[in-house]
């Protein structure tokens, strides 16, 4: 395994697939606009002016703002935003972008094209390590069972140990890189007592199905695809404790007025669509699957899966990403230490009651 960070960010370049971008099919006036929590105890019309001064003091409104949100099949925000009837309610055009996993979806984010998206927990740790201008502006809890380091089926390893001298794939830099690094870690092996075969999910899926790896550590609803063809769990996210998913926004765009005000609504709307999805997980799974082309049956798994729960950016947010940053330090995996705490911005937190 190479360990330099040179590789890791051409690996990044050379993964970025963006599709074409998607301009959403709404853009409403600022005063169809849901209710906002800006502030607790703020009543919705209070809230709307409030966004909407802070938008117009920069010269323009929210109308005439396009957001740039990146997206991957494992948040699924424009779907999710969309099954939970809550697109439409976003007072400005949003331009999607599609990525395979969250590291290309920041080394975009650093170069400018996109303003924010969610990842998972490592993501952020590369970006960071290789000097990218961004920030942690919300937490997103996970749960356990949306990671896992799967075996194909038929495969004779029942434990994490007896993958010593085998070949392992996982997306570089991503939530289950670090998933596996701590798995490997727990069942008294390190990343170089393997082999580490980077590849994005599609490719990892075909290499385990056809044997080329022994075992792949990746996230929903890739999990509960490969289950589906036979692959089977040795190791479930529990393995490291808790950690959180981030929306991460780019420092510039917070530095526009209205860009941070669009972000602001944009994150309003989506906390609203997870508590959606909680409520209707049958309906969410049958969106979601659209979105993924996987079947109902997998995706129905996934929802039960892959629960999130925003959270504001805290102290106990931030030591548990730091632990996240300082295991990948200590693997060789990133050049030098990272301050997690120079990512951090605090300035949503008011969209949580109990952090006002």
């Known amino acids: 395994m190479n360990n330099s960070f040179a590789p890791l960010r051409r690996a990044l370049v050379h993964n970025h697939r963006m599709k074409r971008a998607r301009l959403s099919s709404a853009a409403v006036a600022l005063a169809a606009t849901s209710a906002l929590v800006v502030g607790s105890g703020a009543s919705s019309q209070a809230s709307t002016v409030v966004v909407a001064s802070r938008a117009s003091r920069s010269g323009t409104t929210l109308a005439d703002v396009t957001l740039h949100v990146g997206d991957q099949a494992g948040a699924g925000s424009e779907s999710l935003l969309k099954a939970a009837g809550l697109l439409s309610k976003l007072p400005f055009k949003v331009q999607w972008a599609d990525f395979p996993s969250g590291p290309p979806m920041l080394q ?3 170069a400018g094209s996109i303003d924010v998206g969610e990842v998972g927990d490592a993501p952020p740790v590369f970006a960071l390590s290789g000097g990218a201008k961004l920030a942690l502006v919300e937490a997103i809890g ?3 069972t949306g990671t896992a380091l799967l075996v194909a089926k038929g495969s004779k390893v029942e434990r994490v140990s007896q993958l010593a001298g ?3 794939a996982v997306a570089q830099g991503s939530s289950s890189d670090y998933h596996l690094l701590i ?3 727990k069942a008294g092996l390190s990343v170089k007592d393997v ?3 980077y590849l994005e999910p599609a490719e990892a899926l075909a ?3 056809s044997e080329k790896v022994a075992a792949w550590d990746v996230w929903s609803p890739y999990v509960e695809e490969a289950e589906a063809d036979g692959a089977r769990s040795i190791a479930d996210g529990s393995t490291t404790g808790i950690t959180y998913s981030f929306e991460v926004a780019s420092k510039a765009a917070l ?3 209205s860009t941070a005000a669009a972000i602001r609504v ?7 669509a997870y508590a959606w999805e909680r409520a209707h997980t049958s309906a969410w799974a049958t969106t979601w699957g659209q979105a993924t082309g996987l079947s109902l049956a997998i995706m129905d798994r996934a929802t039960k899966d892959d629960i999130f729960s925003p959270s504001p950016v805290t102290t106990e947010v931030l030591r548990s990403e730091q632990s996240v940053a300082n295991a990948f330090f200590t693997a060789g995996l990133i050049p030098e230490k990272v301050d997690i705490s120079s990512a951090a911005y605090t300035g949503y937190n008011s969209l949580f009651s109990s952090h006002k």
């Open 255 to 257: 530095a526009n007025r």
């Open 108 to 110: 975009a984010e650093a």
């Open 166 to 168: 085998k070949t392992i």
């Open 266 to 272: 944009y994150l309003t709307e989506v906390n609203k």
């Open 183 to 185: 798995t490997l870690e």
């Open 195 to 197: 082999t580490i075969e």
């Open 142 to 144: 996970t749960d356990p």
């Open 207 to 209: 290499a385990l199905s």
